[in-house]
T-cell receptor
């Protein structure tokens, strides 16, 4: 069966510090991968998606970047965090040939102080 | 531009009664719709989906209805249970005539469902 992991679960970082959140998927190959952010009291905003190694599409301009160094690894990064980067970050995967069901990881709670 | 809207931020229902969660969309190219359930500090869990070629899909206590002409879908939970209390998100995919949406989902803002014992 497929599983998706995210770490860390929670993170408190000062403004201006770098960020690296990692997501890995097991039990499937060549998945589509996604990064979402849920700000307090709001819905899920798609940040990045990837259909293959090294292929990243950005949905919104922002202070963040994403990379996919391996087939089942997706990384969200920032060089300098802003206060507005605080939120709940979710990684998800879907089958490249599927209808669109996405399966989410447990999420990372990021607080920027 | 909010292409998927859940206009009710919250819904309160008595245990055993029906919960009806609503969702509207504006993009007529959407062809697949999903409902997710989310507990605090956890990732959303897929509940049920429906393609645009159907108007109803049922799975146990959960039924999703799609009205394409009205660009409206709803999730019915019968009977509602206290464990159903969570945030419910509707989502839509498609909306890309070139077929390059790669399964991207557009989410609504969510509705907080509270089921009282």
């Amino acid at each position: 069966s497929q599983t998706i992991h995210q770490w860390p679960a929670t993170l408190v970082q000062p403004v201006g510090s770098p960020l690296s959140l990692e997501c890995t998927v097991e039990g499937t190959s060549n998945p589509n991968l996604y990064w979402y952010r849920q700000a307090a009291g709001r819905g899920l905003q798609l940040l990045f998606y990837s259909v293959g190694i090294g292929q990243i599409s950005s949905e919104v301009p922002q202070n963040l970047s994403a990379s996919r160094p391996q087939d089942r690894q997706f990384i969200l990064s920032s060089k300098k965090l802003l206060l507005s980067d605080s939120g709940f970050y979710l990684c998800a995967w879907s089958s490249s040939g599927g209808w669109g069901e996405q399966f989410f990881g447990p999420g990372t709670r990021l607080t920027v102080l | 531009d909010q292409q998927v809207k859940q206009n009710s931020p919250s819904l309160s229902v008595q245990e055993g009664r029906i919960s009806i969660l609503n969702c509207d969309y504006t993009n007529s190219m959407f062809d697949y719709f999903l409902w997710y359930k989310k507990y605090p500090a956890e990732g959303p869990t897929f509940l049920i989906s429906i393609s645009s070629i159907k108007d109803k899909n049922e799975d146990g206590r959960f039924t999703v209805f799609l009205n394409k002409s009205a660009k409206h879908l709803s999730l019915h939970i019968v009977p509602s249970q206290p464990g159903d209390s969570a945030v419910y998100f509707c989502a839509a995919s498609g909306g890309d005539a070139g077929g390059t949406s790669y399964g991207k989902l557009t989410f609504g803002q969510g509705t907080i469902l509270t089921v009282h014992p």
